[in-house]
């Protein structure tokens, strides 16, 4: 139903900058809330960042004022800016996007779902 795609995970040094995109592609009609997870080995999946159609955002603490979502909704396409990237930040990097059944009319039949791409590696050397 909803595919998505992430890309530009990387090796960075500490202090430096990444930008992760992710991208969706199939019924993107339903789609409303986007955002970033990640997962460090041994560690339980965080939600880093996320962004609500109407452009509020909510963001993790350990990441708040180092790192910045974006969203165009017309191409259903949502990215993170990551600046002053510390080795804590290494993980596994996962698009999301969920459907909602109030999104548009044609929504109001789907079974409300939460879609994750492939993810991303992010590693920060010290």
């Known amino acids: 139903q909803v595919q998505l795609k992430e890309s530009g995970g990387g090796l960075v040094q500490t202090g430096g900058s990444l930008r992760l995109s992710c991208g969706a592609s199939?019924?993107?009609?339903?789609?409303?809330?986007m955002g970033w997870h990640r997962q460090a080995p041994g560690k339980e999946r965080e939600l880093i960042a996320a962004?609500?159609?109407?452009?509020?955002?909510n963001y993790a603490e350990s990441v708040e004022g180092r790192f910045t979502i974006s969203r165009d909704n017309v191409k259903h396409s949502v990215h993170l800016q990551m600046n002053s990237l510390k080795p804590e930040d290494t993980a596994a990097y996962y698009c999301?996007?969920?459907?909602?059944?109030?999104?548009?009319?044609?929504?109001?039949?789907?079974?409300?779902?939460?879609?994750w791409g492939q993810g991303t590696q992010v590693t920060v050397s010290s």
């Open positions: 199939g019924d993107t009609t339903c789609i409303s809330t």
């Open positions: 962004m609500l159609p109407d452009g509020r955002t």
């Open positions: 999301a996007a969920d459907v909602k059944i109030d999104v548009h009319p044609m929504c109001a039949h789907i079974y409300e779902n939460d879609f």
